[in-house]
């Protein structure tokens, strides 16, 4: 089970920090990734964080403004958003891919999702 939060409305060039919550994992080898959904868009991939060694990916709209984080401890994954632009503003979803390996940007790859949380960037 996946529990999303942490969406809000920022100002272009604010920061956010959204938080997904894992439990029920009983697997050694999975992805968290966290992906995104604009209004009249298609959903997209944002990043993705591996367990096996806390590798992460970015898409490049999102490279060097986004990073995304975890704590073992809690299964929580973080994604650290600055510089946040309007069209950053979608729903955010994360989800889990029960897997050793994947084509992290690929939607159909995640087994489980959570609910999504909005992110609104705004002046």
């Known amino acids: 089970q996946l529990q999303a939060s942490g969406g809000g409305l920022v100002q272009p060039g604010g920061s956010l920090r959204l938080s997904c919550a894992a439990s029920?994992?009983?697997?050694?080898?999975?992805?968290i990734g966290w992906f995104r959904q604009a209004p009249g868009k298609e959903r997209e991939a944002v990043s993705c964080?591996?367990?096996?060694?806390?590798?992460?990916y970015y898409a490049d709209s999102v490279k060097g403004r986004f990073t995304m984080s975890r704590d073992v401890a809690t299964n929580t994954v973080y994604l650290e958003m600055n510089s946040l632009k309007p069209e950053d503003t979608a729903v955010y979803y994360c989800?889990?891919?029960?897997?050793?390996?994947?084509?992290?940007?690929?939607?159909?790859?995640?087994?489980?999702w959570g609910q999504g949380t909005q992110v609104t960037v705004s002046s």
């Open positions: 989800a889990m891919a029960d897997k050793q390996k994947i084509l992290w940007g690929i939607a159909l790859e995640y087994d489980y």
């Open positions: 029920g994992i009983t697997s050694d080898y999975y992805y």
């Open positions: 964080i591996a367990s096996s060694r806390g590798n992460t």
